[in-house]
């Protein structure tokens, strides 16, 4: 029963990495997309930065722009 239970928390874990992967990728195109539009030559994430002026921020259009892009991700858990 714990290997049926350790075998099932990998299989999970698996499907969250396909789906994060994604998501990632999807993210990486919208915002490469949009830094090209807007002739961004590089593009920080706000974990990474102290002091943001806010015309220089493109988190809200990168997220509309993922949204339309990728509306949703599907967990397959694969079961063998």
Same mark, same amino acid.
């Given at each position: ?19 994060? @992967? &994604? ?7 919208? =915002?490469?997309?949009? /830094?090209?539009?807007? $002739?961004?030559?590089?593009? #920080? ?8 002026? @806010? &015309? ?7 997220? =509309?722009?993922?949204? /339309?892009?990728?509306? $949703?991700?599907?967990?397959? #858990?694969?079961?063998?």
């Amino acid at each position: 029963l714990q290997r049926d239970f350790e075998t099932r928390r990998i299989r999970i874990q698996q499907a969250m990495g396909r789906a994060w @992967n &994604e998501i990632r990728n999807a993210l990486t195109e919208v =915002t490469a997309d949009l /830094a090209s539009e807007q $002739k961004i030559d590089i593009v #920080v994430s706000k974990a990474s930065t102290v002091l943001l002026a @806010n &015309e220089l921020d493109i988190t809200a259009e990168v997220l =509309t722009r993922l949204d /339309a892009k990728l509306s $949703k991700v599907t967990l397959t #858990v694969e079961e063998k």
